[in-house]
């Protein structure tokens, strides 16, 4: 829409790019997430009554600090960054109308999960299957997009970080492995919200990362880089922007001690869009890396899993996912929460060593 207005009259031609609008998407989102959070938890808090029910086989801490904080505080993150999208992003790129649906479908079906949990006060609602089958269609849909609107020689490629223009061709393989990339950083980032503040963080860490990416595979930039260019991946950035202000308003309300939750309705929505956006850029590998803490945390809730009924009972861990087992260890939330943001800001420092220059 802002697109549309600086085309339409005589702006100064610097306030008509990409990287104006990036600043402009994410303080547009900080602003509103700020403006509405107060109001929106209130919202949530008198209808919800006893808020988002704690799990009993969670640290028992739990049961007392965090009892009555209401949940579905991902609505206002995903308020806020879609109708900053709006008003930023070109709205005429599919690939921005893919991001937005991701957002809105994976947040519907984490919205569905987080209103039986507080209507019918159980920490279980929606069954697994239904939810990885609502995932998995969605992810079809967008890969299916995304893939036809990538040029033909870069469709299904899938490049290897840290070595230079080395690349594997998997063919329609691609389409289920994407798939699986972004149904797998839905979950593992779902799996992370488990802390006051701690899957916020890590988002807005990972899409730094990408926006810088998306921001150099679709400039002029790429020239200078051994990466892959990606024509519509210069608007993505915008998109990245926007959520970031978007989590960044929301970590104003969600850190310790919390007064709302994201829930499975940011939560899956979030990993759904980072997923989507590395295969948008060309850069699923680069995803496990920098979204490291994700990819550890959803690890150590199948080994966990596994242990338990291979050993008949026993675990491996004191408790999963592995933020846990640290709070179980006698780290306080805030100091489990702090480190692995510092874990995801060498990850982040370390993916950008991919970016080799020529």
Known sequence: MLQ??????????????VYTRVFLAFFIALILSLSYGERLINFLRAHQGKGQPIREDGPQS???????????????????????????????????WIAIVVLLVYGFVGFVDDYVKVTKNTANAMSAKMKLFLQFATALI?????SYETPEDSRFVLNIPYFVNLSINLCWFYIPFAMVVIVGASNAVNLSDGLDGLASGL??????FFMIVAYICGSDLVSFFYLAPVSRAAEISVVCAAVIGGCLGFLWFNAAPAKVFMGDTGSLALGGLLGVIAVMVKQEILLAIVGGVFVVEALS??????YFKRTGGKRFFKMAPIHHHFEQLGWPET??????WVVAAVLVVIGLLALQTK
């Open 4 to 17: 549309y207005l600086f085309n339409s009259f005589s702006f100064p031609e610097y306030l008509n790019t």
């Open 62 to 96: 739990h049961l007392l600090t965090k009892k009555g904080t209401p949940t579905m505080g991902g609505l206002l993150i995903l308020g806020s960054s879609v109708l900053s999208m709006l008003l930023c992003c070109d709205l005429t790129d599919p690939w921005v």
């Open 142 to 146: 967008a890969v299916a997009v995304v």
């Open 203 to 208: 988002m807005i860490a990972a899409l730094l």
């Open 301 to 306: 809730v199948m080994i966990q899993v596994a």
């Open 335 to 340: 100091r489990v929460v702090i480190r692995f």
